[in-house]
């Protein structure tokens, strides 16, 4: 597998929020606004990127009883590390983030890529893996931050960008929101996928359907 | 599997120590960082809500019956105290406010320095507006919200939230009012 | 006394683990397709939520605090709640397997459930006192079963309902959460 490959399917055919359903504690909780969704999903990024690193450097060594608990090890003391280099940089942010930084720790995206591709596969190609599902991850909580926003608030990175007639529905940003728009989002990726394979498929198929 | 069971305690001590040691680095080589950005935060504040000064507020700390009161001062000249009230009848918790109060017993300025609020509803406390209305007020006037028959407007959907920061506000005030202004 | 009240009416219904601070929401999707399986997960967490809360708690005020330790609080925690899901399972398997046969294939999964990681460090993030802990770590579990339940129940009659094709599988499990958060919002004026 080419690493481009790697890097792509980490990006949109494995993607954590979209496809495999992970990591939605953070990914429903800190989109209340584009930034918000970016900042959590770099953050996730960079500690996703450690700890495949390690874990593809390590992984030898470690016997197979304890790996769980060693990669858990791993993987906690990247997010303590950014969650110190936050507070200390990036304050404002870490504020806002607040709790689900340490949360990092349990969002089962990190522990999966660890034990299914860094745990067996080298150093190079676990750190395309770490960008690729890292960056997939990113987009997604993006695409929700904005969709949020958007409807919610009526901006995008802050800035307004609908008009006076628009009133903004606050419950987008509440709770619930978080919910409906990723059901929604989730609805027009099937319906996109599914257009295209019947654009790509052979004629016969496209008469049976 | 003795053998084996050995492994594991040594590969799992092993990875706890290193961790714990890169851990101690970072930590203490992003300590004072970290202090001095909660000290910032802090002083942005303060900047807030008094007029004007010249000193250094955070610094310039009396303690009274074990509340920290913060002082500012003009070229010396004492123009206002500030102090940290908490109510625990927020929403999502404590939320902690800073009251800033002059030395006519007139409030300057509130900031909101802690909340868990509910995003969109609760956490328009943090609005200008919002904190805007306790500015001039003195112990004298009902700091509550209408609805408790005071002078604070609620907004929609939320009342406890801006109960909480008017009671906070109340008892701030009262505390400087009674323990320093007082006397 | 009203404190506590407040503290486990808000952490069961207002401030709902899953539908308002989206914690354990993995679970929340992934084992609520039948009631059974959701009421065995609830339980397992209630269990799990409440020995990690009293221990992590127990660990933060005399070792963590003390010593300055603050910066490992993370790893700390994670790594207690990984001991404890373990130890429970051995002690359950040994001292009743019937509990263990319904109970013993969720309690892997609870390692990496947010929502006890989550309430460990609520507890300390919101400065409560033993007692207050107990009360906010037990109405957690409870509002997290609650929710779990619930939603199993609606979804076991959606999924017998006639769904627009692209709408079928987790995009109308979404938009069901959202109604019920929705729902869950009404409890905010029950807090006065």
Same mark, same amino acid.
């Given at each position: 597998m080419s690493l481009i490959k790697i890097f792509k399917e980490g990006l949109w055919k494995n993607n954590?929020?979209?496809?495999?359903?992970? =990591? !939605?504690?953070?990914? /429903?909780?800190?989109?209340?606004?584009?930034?918000? #969704? @970016?900042? !959590? =999903?770099?953050?996730?990024?960079?500690?996703?990127?450690?700890?495949?690193?390690?874990?593809?450097?390590?992984?030898? %060594?470690?016997?197979?009883?304890?790996?769980?608990?060693? %990669?858990?090890?791993?993987?906690?003391?990247?997010?303590?590390?950014?969650?110190?280099?936050?507070?200390? %940089?990036?304050?404002?942010?870490?504020k806002v983030l607040g709790l689900f930084i340490p949360l990092i720790v349990v969002n089962c995206m990190i522990l999966g890529r660890a034990e299914s591709f860094a745990s067996?596969?080298?150093?190079?190609?676990? @750190?395309?893996?770490?960008? #690729?599902?890292? /960056?997939?991850?990113?987009?997604?909580?993006?695409?929700?931050?904005?969709?949020?926003?958007?409807? #919610?608030? =009526?901006?995008? /990175?802050?800035?307004?960008v609908t008009g006076e007639w628009f009133k903004p529905a606050i419950v987008m940003i509440l709770p619930p929101g978080a919910f409906i728009a990723l059901g929604f989002i989730m609805f027009a990726i099937n319906y996109i996928e599914d257009r295209r394979k019947i654009k790509n498929a052979p004629k016969e198929h496209c008469s049976v359907g | 599997m003795r053998d084996n069971n050995f492994k594991m305690v040594i590969?799992?001590?092993?990875?706890?120590? &290193?961790?714990?040691?890169?851990?101690?680095?970072?930590?203490?080589?992003?300590?004072?960082? &970290?202090?001095?950005?909660?000290?910032?935060?802090?002083?942005?504040?303060?900047?807030?809500?008094?007029?004007?000064?010249n000193n250094e507020p955070d610094k310039d700390i009396n303690i009274v019956d074990g509340q920290n009161i913060y002082i500012a001062k003009m070229d010396d000249k004492v123009v206002g105290y500030a102090i940290k009230s908490t109510s625990s009848k927020g929403y999502g918790g404590d939320i902690d406010v800073l009251i800033a109060v002059s030395t006519d017993g007139k409030i300057t300025g509130i900031e909101i320095l802690r909340h868990a609020e509910t995003p969109g509803l609760g956490d328009k406390i943090e609005d200008e507006w919002f904190k805007n209305l306790f500015k001039g007020l003195t112990a004298k006037d009902n700091i509550a919200v209408k609805k408790d028959g005071g002078i604070i407007d609620q907004f929609s959907g939320a009342t406890i939230s801006p109960r909480a920061v008017s009671e906070?506000?109340?008892?701030?005030?009262?505390? &400087?009012?009674?323990?320093?202004l007082g006397k | 006394m009203t404190g506590l009240i407040l503290i486990f009416i808000s952490a069961v219904l207002v401030n709902n683990f899953v539908l308002s601070r989206f914690l354990g *929401?993995?679970?929340?999707?992934? +084992?609520?397709?039948?009631?059974?399986?959701? *009421?065995?997960?609830?339980?397992? +967490?209630?269990?799990v939520m409440t020995v990690a809360g009293i221990v992590t708690w127990i660990i933060q005020y005399t070792v963590l605090n003390p010593f300055g330790l603050i910066y490992l609080q993370t790893i700390v925690f994670i790594l207690v709640i990984a001991a404890l899901v373990q130890l429970v399972e051995m002690v359950i398997e040994k001292t009743s397997p019937g509990l263990y046969a319904s109970l013993g294939i969720f309690l892997p999964l609870i390692t990496t459930n947010c929502a006890i990681l989550g309430a460990a460090l609520l507890n300390i993030q919101l400065q409560y006192t033993f007692i207050q802990m107990l009360v906010f770590t037990i109405g957690s579990s409870i509002g997290f079963g609650l929710a779990l339940i619930l939603f199993a129940g609606i979804r076991e009659r959606v999924d017998l309902s006639? +769904?627009?094709?692209?709408?079928?599988?987790?995009? +109308?499990?979404? *938009?069901?959460?959202? *109604?019920?958060?929705?729902?869950f919002m009404g409890f905010s004026g029950l807090v006065k």
């Amino acid at each position: 597998m080419s690493l481009i490959k790697i890097f792509k399917e980490g990006l949109w055919k494995n993607n954590a929020v979209f496809k495999q359903v992970l =990591g !939605m504690c953070p990914a /429903l909780a800190v989109t209340t606004s584009a930034i918000n #969704g @970016i900042a !959590m =999903g770099l953050a996730s990024t960079a500690v996703l990127i450690c700890s495949n690193i390690v874990v593809s450097i390590v992984k030898d %060594y470690i016997p197979s009883k304890v790996r769980i608990p060693a %990669y858990i090890v791993i993987i906690a003391s990247f997010v303590t590390v950014i969650d110190l280099v936050m507070n200390a %940089y990036l304050h404002d942010i870490h504020k806002v983030l607040g709790l689900f930084i340490p949360l990092i720790v349990v969002n089962c995206m990190i522990l999966g890529r660890a034990e299914s591709f860094a745990s067996k596969n080298s150093v190079v190609k676990s @750190i395309f893996d770490g960008i #690729g599902i890292g /960056l997939g991850f990113t987009f997604a909580l993006f695409i929700l931050g904005s969709v949020r926003e958007i409807l #919610g608030n =009526g901006s995008i /990175l802050g800035f307004t960008v609908t008009g006076e007639w628009f009133k903004p529905a606050i419950v987008m940003i509440l709770p619930p929101g978080a919910f409906i728009a990723l059901g929604f989002i989730m609805f027009a990726i099937n319906y996109i996928e599914d257009r295209r394979k019947i654009k790509n498929a052979p004629k016969e198929h496209c008469s049976v359907g | 599997m003795r053998d084996n069971n050995f492994k594991m305690v040594i590969v799992l001590t092993v990875i706890a120590a &290193i961790a714990a040691f890169v851990l101690s680095f970072v930590y203490s080589s992003t300590k004072d960082k &970290i202090a001095e950005a909660y000290r910032q935060e802090f002083l942005r504040a303060l900047v807030k809500v008094f007029p004007n000064y010249n000193n250094e507020p955070d610094k310039d700390i009396n303690i009274v019956d074990g509340q920290n009161i913060y002082i500012a001062k003009m070229d010396d000249k004492v123009v206002g105290y500030a102090i940290k009230s908490t109510s625990s009848k927020g929403y999502g918790g404590d939320i902690d406010v800073l009251i800033a109060v002059s030395t006519d017993g007139k409030i300057t300025g509130i900031e909101i320095l802690r909340h868990a609020e509910t995003p969109g509803l609760g956490d328009k406390i943090e609005d200008e507006w919002f904190k805007n209305l306790f500015k001039g007020l003195t112990a004298k006037d009902n700091i509550a919200v209408k609805k408790d028959g005071g002078i604070i407007d609620q907004f929609s959907g939320a009342t406890i939230s801006p109960r909480a920061v008017s009671e906070a506000v109340a008892n701030g005030l009262k505390f &400087i009012d009674d323990k320093i202004l007082g006397k | 006394m009203t404190g506590l009240i407040l503290i486990f009416i808000s952490a069961v219904l207002v401030n709902n683990f899953v539908l308002s601070r989206f914690l354990g *929401i993995c679970p929340f999707f992934g +084992v609520s397709k039948q009631l059974e399986t959701a *009421i065995g997960m609830s339980m397992a +967490v209630t269990f799990v939520m409440t020995v990690a809360g009293i221990v992590t708690w127990i660990i933060q005020y005399t070792v963590l605090n003390p010593f300055g330790l603050i910066y490992l609080q993370t790893i700390v925690f994670i790594l207690v709640i990984a001991a404890l899901v373990q130890l429970v399972e051995m002690v359950i398997e040994k001292t009743s397997p019937g509990l263990y046969a319904s109970l013993g294939i969720f309690l892997p999964l609870i390692t990496t459930n947010c929502a006890i990681l989550g309430a460990a460090l609520l507890n300390i993030q919101l400065q409560y006192t033993f007692i207050q802990m107990l009360v906010f770590t037990i109405g957690s579990s409870i509002g997290f079963g609650l929710a779990l339940i619930l939603f199993a129940g609606i979804r076991e009659r959606v999924d017998l309902s006639d +769904v627009p094709k692209y709408f079928r599988g987790l995009p +109308v499990a979404f *938009i069901t959460a959202g *109604i019920l958060a929705l729902a869950f919002m009404g409890f905010s004026g029950l807090v006065k």
